[in-house]
């Protein structure tokens, strides 16, 4: 189902997007780095937070890290990640799959800036073995996210 959704998603918004499946699992960063040959950099993840009784999604680049202080003054609210089974409840994508397209629940999505150090960003496309390449600017503008700054900079 979450592949499909997926599917459906960029067939009505983008259909020039092609959904890359591998037969090797991308569920972690650095699986994922190493399956696409690029820099974990350019993994784009989808962390889900809990802000007061709503869920929100973040994309981050893979090597940046939550500034818990950035969070707090964004959202107003201390980072807290939900759970597996309440992200796959809420977005219908396994986690490592997890992507902000085709989600099963209408939820804000934020991107961080960290991801705009990219030209094309690799994030997962609702299963664990597959993804899609795609400009960071294009990503935000297909999920209607905001971009904000909650992430640690890069080592």
């Known amino acids: 189902m979450s592949l499909e959704s997926v599917r459906a998603f960029f067939a009505g918004k983008a259909p020039e997007i092609d959904i890359i499946e591998l037969h090797t699992s991308t569920a972690t960063v650095a699986l994922a780095a190493e399956a696409h040959g690029v820099e974990p950099g350019r ?3 989808t962390l889900a937070f809990r802000v007061g009784e709503d869920a929100v999604l973040v994309v981050a680049r893979g090597d940046a890290r939550i500034d818990n202080r ?4 964004t959202f107003g ?3 807290k990640m939900l759970d597996a089974e309440t992200v796959e409840a809420l ?3 396994p986690v490592g799959g997890v992507c ?3 989600l099963a629940t209408p939820l804000p999505v934020y991107c961080d800036r960290s991801l705009q150090a990219f030209d094309e960003v690799v994030p997962a496309a609702g299963a664990v073995h597959s993804a899609v390449r795609i400009a960071p600017d294009y990503m935000a503008e297909l999920v209607e996210a905001q971009w904000v700054d909650v992430c640690q900079e890069p080592a």
Request: proline share 6%.
């Open 70 to 73: 950035k969070f707090k003054e």
């Open 43 to 45: 993994i784009a993840k």
């Open 91 to 93: 977005t219908s994508h």
């Open 77 to 79: 609210a201390k980072a």
């Open 100 to 102: 902000p397209f085709g």
